[in-house]
């Protein structure tokens, strides 16, 4: 564990920023074939109905206002869950390739979540 690292209620934490619940009514992102959890400008969280491998690449599609654009993560974590009486699993992304344009977009999806949260 470095400096940096915190324990929360569900084990280590490694954020480096706060990530935007995607259950916000102020955020506009989502991901084409997945549920999105949350998300920040490095990382999301997902739900998936299949397992992924630590390090396994994956090329997604977020939609962020209105607008989509091709991102590549690496699966950080992968834990078994349930939801709605089904198998699922969250799978935690850290993004390894995403143009700027759309970081700068994102970026600002989510700072509206918080403006929101705090009007």
Known sequence: ???????????L???RVERAAA????????VVGARLVNISRYGMM???????EKDTVLQLRL???GQ???VEARVAACTAGAAGGRRSYGIGLEFTRMPTALRDRLARAIAGTTTARTA
């Not at 259950?23 to 989502?30: D, I, N, Q, R, T």
């Not at 997902?46 to 992924?52: A, D, K, T």
């Open 13 to 15: 934490e490694r954020r």
């Open 46 to 52: 997902i739900e998936s109905l299949v397992p992924f």
């Open 23 to 30: 259950s916000s009514s102020a955020l506009a992102v989502s």
């Open 1 to 11: 564990m470095s400096a940096t690292d915190t324990v929360g209620p569900q084990g």
């Open 68 to 70: 989509k654009a091709d």
């Open 63 to 65: 939609v962020v206002d």
